[in-house]
């Protein structure tokens, strides 16, 4: 799927399904393969396989294919892709309901990322270590992993990964009965919802326009033929 057809769908999502997702289709474009020499198709697999398994609920399957690629990654001296690894193991172990194991993965996505000198990887492993301190209703512990989180989203321009900061320190307020601080979350994230919709309506609406004038001169050109048959 490209980036623009992943933005048109995304645009289709109510805001619960939104937040269901994040922990993986809005990180999908981060995930697109580092190959380096090394590395064989067979191995990038794995990661791939892992991430079917995790999206149809197969747990044991997609912590099997990860934990094998991360072996294959550590192998090859391949830190930042052991990151990543690490990190949907995680996402993982947070949706089987399981927030101990799955600090324990964050937090070594953590370590990996930063010895990768991974921006992006640093702000997906703190925003893990945020989901897995909610689940273990420690709000305020999420709420500062949430924060640290926006600095490196704000680095690398991934305001998805900033709105998703947003949205679960706005349901750690409310979790807590923080009126104030739910509000003012929630409304962070709507503007940039609000913005990113916005902007994918505008592609709609260029693709839209660009489809209507492509289908104009093919059948221009199909006439001039026509016609160019019938004079000789």
């Known amino acids: 799927m490209s980036k623009t057809d992943a933005a048109l769908t995304h645009s289709q999502r109510t805001s619960e399904q939104t937040r269901q997702l994040e922990a993986t289709a809005y990180y999908d474009r981060e995930y697109k393969p580092n190959l380096e020499p090394t590395?064989?198709?067979t191995d990038m697999s794995l990661f791939f396989r892992g991430q079917g398994y995790e999206e149809s609920g197969e747990w044991d399957r997609a912590i099997g294919m990860f934990v094998e690629f991360?072996?294959?990654?550590h192998a090859r001296d391949n830190i930042f892709e052991?990151?990543?690894?690490?990190?949907?193991?995680?996402?993982?172990?947070?949706?089987m309901g399981e927030p101990e194991k799955a600090y324990v993965a964050f937090d070594r996505c953590l370590q990996l990322s930063?010895?990768?000198?991974?921006?992006?990887?640093?702000?997906?492993?703190?925003?893990g270590l945020g989901l897995s301190a909610e689940l273990r209703h420690q709000h305020r512990e999420a709420i500062r992993s949430f924060d640290r989180a926006v600095h490196y989203f704000r680095e690398t321009g991934d305001v998805i990964g900033e709105a998703g900061c947003y949205r679960g320190s706005q349901r750690s307020y409310a979790a807590m009965n923080n009126v104030e601080g739910r509000d003012h979350y929630?409304?962070?994230?709507?503007?940039i919802e609000m913005r990113n919709e916005l902007a994918v309506q505008r592609v709609t609406e260029k693709m839209a326009s660009l489809?209507?004038?492509?289908?104009?001169?093919?059948?221009?050109?199909?006439?001039?033929?026509?016609?160019?048959?019938?004079?000789?």
């Open 82 to 95: 052991m990151s990543r690894a690490w990190d949907r193991l995680g996402h993982v172990y947070s949706k």
């Open 114 to 127: 930063r010895e990768a000198r991974s921006t992006s990887g640093v702000g997906r492993a703190l925003l």
């Open 186 to 191: 929630k409304d962070l994230a709507d503007e």
């Open 39 to 41: 590395e064989s198709a």
């Open 70 to 73: 991360s072996k294959r990654m």
């Open 211 to 232: 489809r209507r004038r492509l289908v104009g001169a093919t059948a221009s050109a199909t006439l001039a033929v026509a016609i160019s048959k019938k004079q000789y």
